[in-house]
């Protein structure tokens, strides 16, 4: 059973970058669709990245132009580059595949406060 440990979180000003990292206990399939995900107070989850086995990604609007995601199938890794940060991007960031077919893991806080 796959687990997957996000870190890399913190608090940055705005403006600010920081740079998440999804490592998976287990063997993701090089094929499998891996996202990023966020969850705001009180909300649902909702996918901001989402990157397929060769690299090709996509984003939501709300992020396009300032993240990057990237993953490392020799390591099982996925990252997350999160550029020019703005306070609306404070939340509780996971990965996970796309669709969701892992448990999540405990996801890593984001707050962008000046």
């Known amino acids: 059973q796959v687990q997957l440990v996000e870190s890399g979180g913190g608090l940055v000003q705005p403006g600010g970058s920081l740079r998440l990292s999804c490592a998976a206990s287990g063997t993701i399939f090089s094929n499998t669709y891996m996202g990023w995900y966020r969850r705001f107070p009180g909300k649902q989850r909702e996918l901001v990245a989402r990157?397929?086995?060769?690299?090709?990604?996509y984003y939501a609007d709300s992020v396009k132009g300032r993240f990057t995601v990237s993953r490392d199938n020799a390591k099982n890794t996925v990252y997350l580059q999160m550029d020019r940060l703005k306070p609306e991007d404070t939340a509780v960031y996971y990965c996970n595949a796309v669709p969701i077919i892992f448990s999540w893991g405990q996801g890593t806080q984001v707050t962008v406060s000046s």
């Open positions: 990157v397929t086995g060769g690299g090709s990604t």
